[in-house]
């Protein structure tokens, strides 16, 4: 039957291709879709991996009376014995060490850069690497050196770090050691300029307030943990006390896109319906064209069973065909734009099983009617001599 | 030829009327006895292939009774039918009817399609058919490049590889040139020579007195039955 069905279709090639065309389009749109979501969210988990999801972010909120809190000097210290704690590491802002260029930058124009005074031990915490030149070491925390977060470096327009690349920083100059790569754990770093926390207080004379603690835990018990530092950061003013998650908003964004890839699927869906009914009537018009052929197949003995089964296997192969150049070009297309965004290709056995599922269905009901109308056909009347 | 022989064809008081009252058929009594070569001659509208459709139960008689090698079709299924016409009976038409992208060696397997028999048998006994038809060299030409004595050849070819109690020819030199004509004619002769009882349908005399037996029909009747004798 299955030859038969072959040699149906091999007499109109082009037929057969923009036939199967809709379905094609229809399988290859939503194939790409949620190659493409599954794609991206495989880069995300893999970043996520990398990156680790145990970090968590301790920052003081607002006071009752809505000003700025601070978190208390002891709570590094306090965080640190906490049993699952793997890694604390603070930095403290300096509102008023503002970042130039050079000396010659009108007051005014900072830039928006933060500057933070850090211990050594911060870039290991938030999972940061080193773009150009070094971090900061206990040599150099001590000296008027600092490292540029990423966006920082670029807004002054220094691209790589030396000895002889020097800011203006708090009055002063600093020599730029080293920039760093954007951090996605820690996005806040990335427009900072960051120096040692002995430096801070040898050169700029302040003794930064504790504005934000990284910390990284055991993964198996980081909800756990999560629940505790807030009073354990701060015993007399818990509530005064904002811990956070950063690897959620990454994940979060990956929800995001959830509503959109259904929208997608939804239209790609209506692709394939279309593209059912181009089937179903490629088969209402091969039955008409071949009333001849069928009352000739009914005087060689076939049975109206026969007929209904010779048209349906049309219709179905003929599905099946544009499910499969579907699926391929999905695939294809998943891939290409997957590597163009640095993602690894993805493309879920799900989403293909279910598109020739799909397929079948839609070749199945769109050549019933023709099918039966075939089997109806009169052999006298189809082969009355003309 | 003898009335000893057994009547592949029995058809008692059939008659074939359709909806509004068109009399294709009325009141038919015929027998055709087996290995006898038979015309069926007479105008357009005289019945003739609804003559060829009954005998070959494409088509169920309004009244009457119809017997088809020993069968009585009003007792069969349409399932039955259909056997029936899979492996006794073969049919040629005037337009040959062949598939146009498929083989002539395919063409003439189809014949057996229908019949439960395996691909390698189908072709193998497709293949012996055409050599008895003279085709033996064109196996795997396609219908197209055939000239219209070799495509009515390739239908006669498909019709008998069955090997059928009874062929059934409508017109089958109808769309031919006078020569293939007479070599299609002869084809048949040779056919019937063997043992294969053939009907053939015409309009045309000069073919139906090529035949031992002529029945002719007028406006659904059966109006005379010549057998010719040293024929």
Known sequence: MLRLAA??????????????????????????????????????????????????????????????ATLPDQSVAMISRVGPVESVAAIGQLPDAK????????????????TYAVRTDLLNTVGGTVASGTWLNAATAQYPAVVLGAATAE?????????????WLGGRWFTVVGILDPVPLAPELDLGALIGWPAAQRYLGL????????????????????????RTANPAQPNEVDVSRPSDALAAQAAAETTFTGLLLGLGAVALLVGGIGVANTMVISVLERRAEIGLRRSLGATRRHIRIQFLTESLLLSVLGGGAGILLGAGATAGYATLQDWPTVVPTWVMAGGITATLIIGGVAGLYPAIRAARVSPTEALAAT | MTSSAEAIVTLREVGREYPGRVTALRDIDLDIYRGELVAIVGPSGSGKTTMLNVMGTL?????????????????????????LRASRIGFVFQHFHLAAGVSVLDNVADGLLYAGTGLRERRERAEAALQRVGLGRRLTHRPHALSGGEKQRTAIARAVVCEPALLLADEPTGALDSQSGEGVMRLLLDLNEIGTTIVVITHEHMVASQLPRQVSMLDGRVVGDRTAVGL
């Open chain 1, 7 to 68: 040699y149906g279709l091999r007499a109109r090639p082009l037929r057969v291709v923009l036939s199967a065309l809709g379905i094609a389009i229809g399988i290859a749109a939503m194939v790409a879709v949620v190659g493409t979501s599954t794609s991206s969210r495989a880069k995300l988990d893999r970043q996520l991996a990398a990156l680790g999801t145990n970090l968590l972010t301790v920052a003081p909120g607002q006071t009752l009376f809505g000003e700025k």
């Open chain 1, 99 to 114: 970042v130039y260029r050079t000396n010659k930058i009108p007051a005014p124009q900072s830039g928006g850069i933060g």
């Open chain 1, 155 to 167: 807004h002054l327009g220094i691209t790589a770090a030396s000895a002889n690349m020097q800011i």
């Open chain 1, 207 to 230: 003794d930064a307030d504790i504005t934000t603690v990284y910390t990284r835990t055991d993964p198996d018990t980081v909800e756990a943990v999560r629940e505790l530092l807030a």
């Open chain 2, 59 to 83: 088509d169920r008689p309004s009244a009457g009774q119809v017997l088809i090698d020993g069968f009585d079709i009003a007792e069969l299924s349409d399932r039955e039918l259909s056997a």
